[in-house]
């Protein structure tokens, strides 16, 4: 088994322990007894879920390594539905790959990179079955590569919490009518700094990445307008990245990264 097809043996399933320090930060805004019975419901609700996907995504590696890659299709999708992870997404697109579906295979290591953009065996295995499709990527820009080292909720998360520690410094001193210490000064420079940077990095990530990928085996025609019937405007191939321009009924107007505009069926298109 060569390293394209090498699949990944364990799934970022949440813990009861990680789930219980993301509850912990409700402690600030929330009453006592309230908090108690939603931890108590998350606590109860992910130890059932947990195993499930466990389960499922375990029943994937084994029928992966049998080459029963039907089953671990069905079996990583199960495990998707539990829950959405990016090692359940690269080893989908390798069961996929090995059923000769490599624009579905595609389409699910782009999903794997949204969720880990900096994993460099996801980055490999993508270029690499781009390159089969015939697909080469394009030069990536130095603040395009800076957005991309957090993901989209790491970001926001970024943003809110600067936002409202720029609020709370600007407020307090009001609030108890003292004036701003230096310390006080100095983080209420860094937050606004810290959400200006995280504002950027998402204009960038939402502008700058493709809305999805032609999932067509074959070269599908682009029109002029919405409708079969329309003069061709170009070619999308299998694979390909594109940005969606505008929607009618069942046709997207998209531009590949090929820089073609046409419209689209959706059907041979999938968002990301």
């Not at 813990?15 to 600030?28: A, D, F, N, V």
């Not at 493709?210 to 999932?215: D, M």
């Not at 594109?242 to 968002?271: C, M, P, S």
């Amino acid at each position: 088994m060569n390293f394209l097809t090498q699949i990944v043996h364990f799934a970022e399933v949440p813990s009861l322990g990680k789930l219980g320090s993301r509850i912990s930060l409700l402690r600030l805004g929330l009453r006592p007894l309230p908090l108690r019975c939603i931890h108590l419901c998350l606590l109860f609700f992910g130890a059932l879920l947990s195993p499930i996907q466990a389960d499922d995504f375990q029943s994937g590696l084994d029928a992966y390594h049998e080459s029963k890659y039907a089953e671990a299709t069905a079996a990583f999708d199960r495990s998707l539905e539990s829950s959405e992870s990016a090692a359940t997404h690269h080893n989908l697109a390798l069961s996929l790959y090995q059923q000769g579906q490599p624009t579905a295979a595609v389409w699910h290591l782009e999903r794997a990179l949204r969720l880990a953009p900096l994993n460099k065996t996801y980055i490999f295995k993508l270029g690499a079955l781009r390159q089969i499709l015939g697909l080469y990527n394009t030069p990536t820009n130095l603040w395009q590569s800076a957005a991309n080292i957090l993901t989209k909720s790491a970001w926001i998360w970024i943003a809110c919490t600067c936002f409202w520690i720029w609020i709370a410094v600007l407020a307090l001193p009001r609030i108890g009518g003292f004036q701003r210490p230096i310390l006080l000064k100095l983080s209420s420079s860094i937050a606004a700094v810290c959400f200006i940077l995280a504002v950027t990095a998402l204009t960038i990530q939402f502008t700058q990445q493709p809305s999805g990928i032609v999932i067509s085996n074959e070269a599908i025609d682009l029109h002029h307008a919405p409708a079969s019937a329309a003069p061709e405007a170009g070619v999308a191939r299998p694979g390909e990245r594109a940005y969606i321009i505008d929607q009618h009924n069942n046709f997207l107007k998209v531009e590949t990264e090929a820089e073609i505009t046409g419209w689209i069926q959706a059907d041979a298109f999938r968002k990301l």
